[in-house]
C-alpha cells in the first residue's frame, strides 16, 4: 500500500465517501433547480405572448442611454454589472438582448 493512503484510517475513508456524495448531491440538485427555473420562464414567456404583453426592460435607464451610444456596449455592460450584481456573461446577453 502507498505510504500516503496507509496513513489514513477505514474511517477515513468513510467520511471521504460521505464527501463525495454529499458534493454530487448538491450538484444534481443545482442542476434540477436550473431546469425547473427554465421551464418556469419558458412558461411565463408563454403566458405573456398569449396576453400580448411586452416583458419589462431589465436595463435602468442609464444603461439604456449607454447603449444607445456608438461604442458604449462595455460601458453599458460594466455598468448593468454594477447595477444588479449578474456575471459578464448573463450582463452581455441582457445589454444585447434590451439595448440592440
Given at each position: 500500500m502507498h505510504p500516503l493512503l496507509a496513513a489514513f484510517d477505514p474511517s477515513s475513508y468513510v467520511a471521504l465517501g460521505?464527501?463525495?456524495?454529499?458534493?454530487?448531491?448538491?450538484?444534481?440538485?443545482?442542476?434540477r433547480q436550473r431546469l425547473a427555473q427554465r421551464r418556469i420562464e419558458r412558461?411565463?414567456?408563454?403566458?405573456?405572448?398569449?396576453l400580448n404583453l411586452?416583458?419589462?426592460?431589465?436595463?435602468?435607464?442609464?444603461?439604456?442611454k449607454l447603449?444607445?451610444?456608438p461604442g458604449q456596449k462595455i460601458a453599458a455592460i460594466k455598468l448593468h454589472r454594477e447595477q444588479t450584481g449578474l456575471s459578464l456573461v448573463e450582463a452581455k446577453t441582457e445589454v444585447e438582448e434590451c439595448g440592440g
Open positions: 460521505l464527501l463525495v456524495c454529499l458534493f454530487a448531491g448538491m450538484i444534481s440538485m443545482e442542476k412558461k411565463l414567456d408563454a403566458l405573456m405572448k398569449q411586452e416583458p419589462p426592460n431589465p436595463l435602468s435607464p442609464e444603461v439604456q447603449t444607445r451610444e
